[in-house]
C-alpha cells in the first residue's frame, strides 16, 4: 500500500513539474507570440515603406522616362534644326559671296561713274567758265563801244574846229571825262568780279563812307537823298563798302528815273548793325527779285550785271549777309561791327 502511494505521488509530482513546465512554455510561447507580432508589424509597417517607396520609385523612374523621351524628342528637334541652320549656312554663305562681288562690281561701277562725272563736271565747268567769259567779254565789248564812240566823234569835232571857243572846248573835254569815268566803272566791275583781294580792315565811320560815296556820285536835281543822323564806328575795308552804297544808290537814282527819295536808315543792334537802302521808285518785279544778285543778270541796256553781284561778295566778305525786299523796294545789308571778331566767334 505504501508502494502505491509513493508511485501516486511521484506522478502527482512529475505531472506537477510537467504542469509548471508547460506554463513556462507558455509564457514563452505567449512571449514569442507577441514579439513575432511586434515584428510582424514591425515588418509590415518596414513593408509599406518599402511599397510606397517602391510607388514612388516608379513615379520617379516614369517620369525620368518621360523626360528622357522629352529630351530624346528635343533632341531630335535640335539635331534638325542644327542641320536646317547648316543649309541655311551654306546658302547664307553662297548668297554673301555674291553680295561681295556684286558689291566690288557695284563700287568698280561707282569708281567708274565718279570718274566719269568728274570729267565731265570739269568739263561742264570749263564750258561754264568759257560761256562767262565770252558773255562778259562780248557785253563788255557792247558797253566799251558807246563811250568809245562818244570819245571818237568828240575827237573827230574838235579835229574839225581848231578855232573852237573855250566854253565849247570845255564842254566837249566834259564829254571825254563822262565817257572815259563810263568805261573805268565798267572795266573795274569786271576786275571786282573776277579778282577777290583780301580785306583791308580800319576803324572808320558809317557817315564818312557815305559821304564819300554820295559825293562821287552825279546826283540828279530831283533826288532827294535822306542819310541817317547818327554815326557808327565799324571795323572794315571803307573803299569796298563806299563801292557797294555807290552802287546801291546809283540803282536807285536810276529806278525812280532820276526823280524821287532815297531814305537810307542805320540801326545800331549792338554787336552789329543794319543798313537799309528804300527808294521810292516803282519796286522790282517779283519774277526777277530772286535774280537780282546772279552774275551778269541785268534789265538795263547797259552795263555788265556785276554790280549787285560784287557787292553781295564785298558784303559776304565782311561776314555780312545783304537781302532785297519789293515793294517798296529796300536793299538792307547787316554787318558785324568788327569782322575780326566776328570770324573768330564763328
Sequence with gaps: MMAGENLVEKELNELSITERELQEKEKHLNHLTTESIEKLREVSKINQDLQNRVRSLQDLSMSVNAKNDELKRANHELEKQKNYNHQISLELKVKLEKVLEEEKELASQRDSLARQLEAATKDLVKAEKFAVVGELAARLAHDLRNP?????????????????????????????????????????????????????????????????AISGLVVPSNVRISKPPQDIQI????????????????????????????????????????????????????????????????TKLTGTGLGLSICKNIIEQHGGAITVKSPPTVFTINLPKNIAQSKQIR
Aim: aromatic content about 6%; proline content about 5%; glycine content about 4%.
Design 235 to 298: 571795323n572794315c575795308e571803307s573803299r569796298k563798302l563806299e563801292a557797294v552804297f555807290s552802287n546801291l544808290i546809283m540803282n536807285s537814282i536810276q529806278a525812280m528815273d532820276e526823280k524821287g527819295e532815297i531814305r537810307i536808315r542805320v540801326s545800331d543792334l549792338g554787336s552789329s548793325i543794319k543798313i537799309e537802302f528804300e527808294d521810292t521808285g516803282p519796286g522790282i518785279p517779283p519774277n526777277i527779285i530772286s535774280k537780282l544778285f546772279e552774275p551778269l543778270f541785268t
Design 148 to 212: 568809245l564812240s562818244v570819245i571818237k566823234n568828240t575827237m573827230d569835232i574838235m579835229s574839225a574846229k581848231p578855232t573852237m571857243r573855250i566854253e565849247e572846248r570845255l564842254q566837249y573835254a566834259a564829254r571825254f571825262q563822262r565817257a572815259v569815268q563810263r568805261m573805268s566803272h565798267q572795266i573795274d566791275d569786271v576786275l571786282d568780279f573776277v579778282k577777290k583781294t583780301d580785306l583791308v580792315l580800319q576803324p572808320t565811320t558809317l557817315f564818312s563812307i557815305m559821304e564819300s
